[in-house]
T-cell receptor
Framework: GENVEQHPSTLSVQEGDSAVIKCTYSDSASNYFPWYKQELGKRPQLIID?????GEKKDQRIAVTLNKTAKHFSLHITETQPEDSAVYFC???????????FGKGTMLLVSP | DVKVTQSSRYLVKRTGEKVFLECVQDMDHENMFWYRQDPGLGLRLIYFSYDVKMKEKGDIPEGYSVSREKKERFSLILESASTNQTSMYLCASSKGQSREKLFFGSGTQLSVL
């Protein structure tokens, strides 16, 4: 089955800096890659996703890039703010009928 | 706005007890899921259901069972709770045949003593 590795496990940045979280996947058939954000004590929520026919996708300060050849994808957050502090999970699936396989999560701490 | 509601936010049970975790969604979603969240281990799928009375095992089904008698409700059952089942349990749902865009509940923190 699919295996998703996520790094780093924790990331501390200063407000205004950029943050990058990286994930690798094992199944070359995977074609859908979402990112979920979980604030402390709250539910995970989908923040951005990308499909394998697209190399990059942006939504305001967040972007996701995908390298199918290397089987890795990354979340980029620019101009970080304290409210970006959360645990971020990447995931992968090989089709709409497959369930998501999640990475272990990255705790991002943005200091004012 | 999709609402996935888990009946309890915190639950404390004794070893050997039968435990029911309830989840209800109000958006007529076909798929429902139970995940377990442990620090450093991420989100691991226990069971999911793609239709009423239909279920499939996830990655860690041992020690758990599920029930889906109505479309909006998905129950996770711990037949005989053990201390290693102390965890945060998250319910989720998704629409149609897609199991991609998940809407999560707020979670139930279960402690088994």
């Amino acid at each position: 089955g699919e295996n998703v590795e996520q790094h780093p496990s924790t990331l501390s940045v200063q407000e205004g800096d950029s943050a990058v979280i990286k994930c690798t996947y094992s199944d070359s058939a995977s074609n859908y890659f979402p990112w979920y954000k979980q604030e402390l004590g709250k539910r995970p929520q989908l923040i951005i996703d990308i499909r394998s026919n697209v190399g990059e996708k942006k939504d305001q300060r967040i972007a996701v890039t995908l390298n199918k050849t290397a089987k890795h994808f990354s979340l980029h957050i620019t101009e970080t703010q304290p409210e970006d502090s959360a645990v971020y999970f990447c995931a992968a699936s090989s089709s709409g009928y497959s369930t998501l396989t999640f990475g272990k999560g990255t705790m991002l701490l943005v200091s004012p | 706005d999709v609402k996935v509601t888990q009946s309890s936010r915190y639950l404390v049970k004794r070893t050997g007890e039968k435990v029911f975790l309830e989840c209800v969604q109000d958006m007529d979603h076909e798929n429902m899921f139970w995940y377990r969240q442990d620090p450093g281990l991420g989100l691991r799928l226990i069971y999911f259901s793609y239709d009423v009375k239909m279920k499939e095992k996830g990655d860690i089904p041992e020690g758990y069972s599920v029930s889906r008698e109505k479309k909006e409700r998905f129950s996770l059952i711990l037949e005989s709770a053990s201390t290693n089942q102390t965890s945060m349990y998250l319910c989720a749902s998704s629409k149609g045949q897609s199991r991609e865009k998940l809407f999560f509940g707020s979670g139930t923190q279960l402690s088994v003593l």
